[in-house]
């Protein structure tokens, strides 16, 4: 993308490359590629970019009254009119601000790291659970886990609530922790009223000149969520999310390999269930 060469790319994630157009703005571009235990795949999935950046935008303004949020705009200055047809759809414009470096995860269910944690110790991120929970359990209230960022190529390190303090400082991972289960919250009911549960869900944070915490990132997408069917959470829930990928990379034995090339019915059922819980959430058809 010539025209894009006169900005800098200020970071190429696993999933998003952002530009710095100037001093206040970046560029959000959410590519199609995917990653599944911090390894970015060979494959595709077709339009997923687009349904990620969909998604984040139904929830930064169905959740805007919570909290602020980064976005500044969907509409491409016209300086960067050329590159339209390669990044139509997939783009954010956001303000530019320090990014915390804590993921603020919340837990509504017992799966994932939490479960395995729960089996060994009866803790999650270090928080003490009773006794009797079984895999994919309603926790008793949504528990705010948070992590700490990775160098890239490293895995993000689970920590308790209290080291996130020690990391940002108590002021704001107080903050960090009310707005995220607010969040959380809000999202959940309305989910539910939809048929799908969120199990869990990422959200990040950066701080504005008020020394105010935004929403910044992606928010509830299958990406950064763990997304159920309500009638299939007996037994194995049935997901809406990437946890279809990382359940035939297990079966597969390519858990955290490089350069996996995942078959073409694996990537078109991945874009199935994306689809699916876009058009659940929101109510609209899906087109390209």
Not at 51 to 78: E, Q, Y
Request: proline share 4%; with cysteine; aromatic share 10%.
């Amino acid at each position: 993308m010539m025209v894009l060469e006169k900005y800098q790319k200020i970071i190429q994630g696993k999933v998003r490359d952002i530009y710095e157009l100037d001093v206040d703005r970046l560029l959000f571009i959410t590519s199609d590629r995917i990653s599944a235990y911090d390894v970015v795949l060979k494959s595709e999935i077709p339009e997923k970019g687009k349904i990620l950046t969909a998604l984040s935008l139904f929830w930064f303004k169905k959740l805007g009254h919570i909290c602020k949020n980064h976005l500044i705009d969907v509409n491409l200055p016209i300086e960067l009119e050329k590159v339209r047809k390669n990044i139509e759809g997939r783009f954010m414009i956001v303000r530019k601000y320090q990014v915390l470096p804590i993921e603020a995860i919340v837990r509504g269910y017992l799966t994932g790291s939490a479960w395995k944690e729960y089996v060994k110790q009866g803790t999650v991120h270090g928080i003490p659970l009773r006794s009797g929970f079984k895999k994919g359990q309603a926790l008793d209230m949504p528990l705010f886990t948070p992590s700490k960022k990775a160098k890239p190529g490293e895995q993000d390190e689970n920590i308790n609530p209290k080291e996130a303090s020690n990391e940002i400082g108590e002021k704001y991972a107080e903050e960090m922790e009310r707005l995220s289960l607010l969040l959380y919250k809000e999202a959940h009911i309305y989910a539910m009223e939809r048929g799908i549960i969120i199990a869990d869900t990422k959200f990040e944070f950066g701080v504005d000149t008020n020394g105010h915490l935004v929403l910044v990132d992606e928010v509830l997408t299958p990406d950064s969520s763990r997304f159920w069917i309500c009638n299939s959470v007996d037994g194995e829930p049935y997901s809406l999310d990437k946890q279809y990928i990382r359940n035939w990379l297990e079966a597969e034995n390519k858990a955290g390999q490089k350069d996996v090339i995942l078959p073409e019915s694996v990537i078109y059922q991945t874009r199935q269930r994306y689809i699916e819980v876009y058009e659940k959430l929101t109510g609209n058809t899906w087109t390209k």
